[in-house]
């Protein structure tokens, strides 16, 4: 059983950045793809960003490409998510999740494990 930890939230003023940490423990991110979530206030939960676990194959979301860099460090077992330009519409709760079955075609693709989220709000 995996368990992810994230860190890193809180307030920021529009354009600003910030970085998000997920501490992974009970299993290594390297055998896992991971991936970024948010979910907005009254908004359902959507992608974000995600790498897969046997290479650097990066995905984003059209909204945050450009913006947003996720990473890993396989030494520290962390995933990052590098977050510049923030906007007002960033604001959200940031879920780190980890899966051994690469599902794009779902919306939560194919996460099996999930962290308990960190908030970034963004003020304009």
């Known amino acids: 059983q995996v368990q992810l930890v994230e860190s890193g939230g809180g307030l920021v003023q529009a354009g600003g950045s910030l970085r998000l940490s997920c501490a992974a423990s009970?299993?290594?991110?390297?055998?896992?793809?991971m991936g970024w979530f948010r979910q907005a206030p009254g908004k359902e939960r959507e992608f974000v960003a995600t790498?897969?676990?046997?290479?650097?194959?990066?995905r984003y979301s059209d909204s945050v490409k450009g913006r947003f860099t996720i990473s890993r460090d396989n030494a520290r077992n962390t995933v990052y998510l590098q977050m510049n330009s923030l906007k007002p519409e960033d604001t959200a709760v940031y879920y780190c999740?980890?899966?051994?079955?690469?599902?794009?075609?779902?919306?939560?693709?194919?996460?099996?494990?999930w962290g308990k989220g960190t908030l970034v709000t963004v003020s304009s």
């Open positions: 009970g299993g290594t991110i390297n055998t896992y793809n």
């Open positions: 790498t897969r676990w046997f290479s650097d194959n990066l």
């Open positions: 999740a980890a899966g051994g079955t690469w599902r794009p075609d779902l919306l939560n693709y194919g996460m099996d494990y």
